[in-house]
């Protein structure tokens, strides 16, 4: 009769999985979080130029987005592969930008209206006809100041 | 009989569809590639009447639909491009009221008075690709930021940044107020030196 009996066996003791749901849910809240579900869905193939001079885009709601590019896939049976704008989840004309550039100022708070970009993500491919026009319209509804969108990277890209 | 202990609900597939979940925001976040060369352009009503510059004040770059680049009246790979235009505006060849006192350019008659005048006129084709124009684009705004690197540094070397990470600092919204206010009449004197004339032409209908 002793008092201090020896432990049964040797094996080492399980390790505790339970604060692994606790990990994998903090993780699970960051993405969800963090993630930015895109607003429209991209009909037009958009693969971005690069350029290294960039400057960030910060506050999201002052942005109005452009699309330009060749229709993706699924679309070129019915709308061909010549290049197209893009404006909110449908195709456009050219003439119509102007219109979605005011439709779209008018929707935004007072205060911003006269601090709008007008953000260009358009296809490397494209061809800088589409683009001159789109700078025309935005010109006619005098929304000045763009930024074209591209990725990070050296230019040297670009050329083939 | 004993008292019998609540049984335990089994929790080890908890992780198994945390696990999943997080799998699936992975895989279906994008994360926004949200910058670029910001630019303005020129208003659409058309000036009275224009000012006159002098023929040597402008840098005229043309592209043509094959993507070629004519800078000056010359043929030039648009590796130079940068340097070409360096040169182009801290060359400070002026006198009297247009001398430029901190340019170090090689003071050439034929080029630029000042950075002030000087500016660069980009002409593109309708067939010239959007990507060989953003390149140009890039360069281009390289050269202001080169010089404007180089004179920011000069001026406060105590702020330790050179201009452009200066400007991104000023431009980022978790930037103070305070130091934000501090950068805001540095960066404009820097941007008075140099200021980003770029002017984008309507574009040719031929050659």
């Known amino acids: 009769m002793s008092k201090f009996k020896k432990k049964k066996g040797g094996d080492l003791p399980a390790i505790s999985t339970a604060s692994l749901p606790d990990i994998v849910f903090m993780l699970l809240f960051f993405f969800m979080v963090a993630t930015v579900m895109r607003d429209s869905t991209l009909m037009v193939a958009n693969r971005l130029p690069a350029a290294d001079q960039v400057q960030k885009l910060d506050k999201k709601d002052r942005v109005m987005y452009i699309y330009a590019g060749k229709p993706s896939d ?13 404006l909110n989840d449908k195709f456009a004309t050219v003439s119509e930008v102007g219109a979605f550039i005011l439709a779209e100022r008018a929707a935004k708070r007072q205060e911003l209206q006269n601090v709008l970009t007008t953000a260009l993500k358009v296809d490397s491919d494209t061809k800088m006809g589409l683009v001159q026009d789109i700078k025309q319209e935005l010109r006619k509804v005098s929304a000045l100041k763009i930024n074209y969108t591209t990725r990070l990277g050296d230019y040297t890209q670009n050329i083939n | 009989m004993a008292k019998r202990s609540a049984p335990e609900v089994n929790a080890g597939s908890m992780a198994d569809i945390a696990f999943l979940l997080l799998i699936f925001f992975l895989v279906t976040t994008t994360i926004e590639t949200d910058s670029g060369l ?5 208003p659409m009503e058309d000036q009275v009447d224009p000012p006159i510059i002098r023929e040597k004040n402008i840098f005229t770059v043309v592209v043509n639909k094959n993507d070629q680049l004519l800078v000056e009246e010359e043929l030039i790979d648009i590796k130079d491009l940068r340097s070409l235009a360096v040169a182009f505006l801290d060359n400070g060849g002026g006198v009297g009221d247009e001398a430029c006192d901190y340019c170090q350019g090689e003071r050439d008659e034929a080029s630029s008075d000042n950075p002030d005048k000087a500016i660069i006129s980009l002409k593109n084709n309708r067939e010239t690709s959007y990507k060989v124009y953003i390149a140009i684009q890039n360069e281009l705004v390289a050269a202001y930021n080169e010089l404007r690197n180089r004179e920011f540094l000069r001026l406060y070397p105590n702020v330790g940044l050179n201009f452009v990470d200066a400007q991104k600092k000023y431009d980022d919204p978790r930037t103070s107020a305070n130091a934000a206010e501090e950068l805001k009449p540095k960066l404009n004197v820097v941007k008075q030196m140099y200021p980003q004339k770029l002017s984008e032409a309507e574009p040719s209908k031929t050659n």
């Open chain 1, 74 to 86: 699924r679309y070129q049976d019915k709308y061909g592969t010549s290049a197209k704008i893009q």
């Open chain 2, 38 to 42: 910001n630019r303005k352009l020129p």
